[in-house]
């Protein structure tokens, strides 16, 4: 385990509330709100905020939102979340195929954001009728794996490197980017 981990202090969904809408309430007329059944984004309509719901009060959750919000681009924040499908539980092999490719991404960028929060990372099929199939799990971990390390090397697209700064200043990890460590068996 990374040892500025250690040293850190766990956050709380209010605490992530906070720190989110501290940077981006103002500057992207968007806030963050916890106690949701669903996740939803709704973008900015006749000068009220955009609003992120994350689901109850579940850290991974927010966090999760927060990296699906960091990475999209103008066109995608103006859509109702961000214009993407969301087939429940239940899919088909080619619809979790096509979720699985969508969401290497930002769950590898909510792997980021849950070590600059001291928090252990779990990632998330979000299909759970669906039969356990390990090719599958192998692949997606990968996929994520594979993303998270990208981002350790290039580092991360501009409103995430702020959640990022701020979440670790928060938490007291102060992670760098380039300081994150991934391992493919943390996902498996």
């Not at 971990?141 to 200043?169: C, D, I, K, T, Y």
């Amino acid at each position: 385990m990374n040892s500025a981990l250690s040293l850190s202090k766990e956050l709380n969904a209010e605490t992530i509330v906070k720190v989110f809408n501290d940077l981006f309430l103002e500057s992207y007329s968007t806030c963050l709100q916890g106690s949701a059944i669903e996740p939803l984004y709704e973008p900015e309509t006749r000068g009220v905020p955009a609003r992120i719901s994350f689901r109850a009060d579940y850290v991974s959750s927010a966090l999760h939102e927060i990296a699906h919000w960091s990475i999209a681009g103008a066109a995608r924040r103006a859509r109702i979340d961000y214009g993407y499908w969301y087939d429940p539980d239940g899919r088909s092999e080619k619809a979790q195929a096509n979720f699985m490719a969508a969401e290497a991404w930002p769950q590898a960028l909510e792997w980021c954001f849950s070590q600059a929060c001291g928090i252990p990372f779990r990632l998330s099929l979000d299909n759970l009728d669906a039969p356990p199939d390990p090719a599958v799990n192998q692949a997606f971990a990968s996929a994520v794996f594979e993303e998270a390390n990208r981002f350790a090397l290039q580092g991360l697209p501009p409103r995430a490197m702020m959640m990022f700064q701020a979440l670790g200043a928060a938490s007291g990890t102060k992670l760098t980017v380039s300081a994150l460590q991934f391992s493919l068996e943390d996902l498996l």
